[in-house]
């Protein structure tokens, strides 16, 4: 056997360059748009989280002593912190619809989570169809993929955006809104710039994540960058050489991007030093 | 000064919490008229913070109202003049209260400029140049002009208190309330605070001030609320309760402080 990777493999990969562009730009679109609708479901869901709404509250008050369980104390005539109508007056369906959705997702792996979708939901549910963007991505395996990608990214999301909101400190809304300022200016011009300094970095990390995740939709069809060299691979009978190229690949776009945001994020800490 | 005509009435407040086994607020009926500067002591624990931040409803009270310009602002709607229910805004009341914290709360990622103007700007619709103008004035009163470019990281304790006094200012408030002002100041730095506080009673602010300095609330003062255990214990001109206190609690908090 002679030396494990050869200069001639490399030159002998130079035909399917024109592949390897087009996994780029597939890696790029996918983890593209699953940040943009990740984020989006993660703000949702990280909004739900944080609510307070409280449908059965009334049930609790109109019918204490009910069971039983929620009575009158009788010493002070208040209602007690305890029995099954508290429990279901301070129930928040959509904080547990969120908590259950968040839960579920990082409990599972990614290649399931991916393969449910698009088996389970793209191919009997719906009916995609089949054109492809720029002339190579099959927009019905491509879709599904950014869906997986992206409900799973949001869960992720989710709990970065809400620990970064819950990390201003209270003293902020407080002075906001003694100002007159609204509950949605104050989130517009006091919390969100704080918040999103803060969790910069942890969102970050996360979009990263998402490209390199997202060589997993091979699986599916995806005619990503790891798609292109399983392709080339058995074109070419090359093994090494295709995977070293990719390997190139993912390191260009995640390196410079995560170094990227590390300026950002100095450039937005001003406030924090002297 | 007062001048007899009432600015916030407040009837009865109470905060509970955990339903009723912590009373932070017991029953506290008191009138501030305006030009009032109204100092509120006790022990720590005794309500007086709790009681400040429900006259801008940062604590939302359990039970009880508050008058503010006539206008019941616990209730989610109020008869106008007209006897019509109109909905009761507290974003626009709060504009008409500015508030001081004990720990400042400036805004960290604005300069002391933009601290000042976003209030005026988002929510008054004053444009810009107007509002940079207007700062500047304020900045300048308190000496800290040459400060309006920087952020508050870059400033000492006194300076931030100072601009979090004029950035409520900015609002052109009916009544400052001050929350222990000088409570998280160096030593050194709680004289200045007290000096721009003082100016401003002298010029006829409306203020409640809770706080724990006793020199504080008997030179500038014109009344003394003592309040312990979430209740209004006496209530009195500064002679009357440093010199004359009646209720055994006061003289023996005033034996600990004075």
Redesign the interface.
Known sequence: MGSFIQLKNFEALLPYANMFKEGLITTVLLAFFTVLLGFVLGLVLSVMRMSNIRPFLWLAHAFPGTFGFFER?KK?G????SGFLYHLGRFNPLAFLATAYVEIIRSTPVLVQVMVIYFGVFSQLFELPSFKIFGFIAFNRFFPGVVALAMNSGAYLCEIIRSGLQSV?G??T?????????QL?NMR??IL??AI?NILPAIANEFVTIIKESAITYTIGVQDIMAMVQAIKSASYIIMEPLLVATALYFCLCFPLSKLIAYIERRMS????? | MATGDKLIQVRDLKKYYNRGSIKALDGITVDIDRGDVMVVIGPSGSGKSTFLRSLNLLEQPTGGSIFFDGVDITKPKFPDKDGKLVKVDIDHHRQKMGMVFQHFNLFPHMTIMDNMTLAPIQVKHMNKAEAEEKALTLLDRVGLKDRAGAYPIQLSGGQKQRIAIVRALMMEPEVMLFDEPTSALDPEMVGEVLEVMKELAQEGMTMVVVTHEMGFAREVGNRVLFMADGKLLEEGTPVDIFEHPKHPRLQDFLSKVL
């Open positions: 104390d002070s208040l209602l007690r912190d400190e003293g902020q407080e002075a906001a809104r003694s100002l007159g300022l609204s200016q011009f006091i710039p704080q300094k001003r406030g924090d030093r002297r």
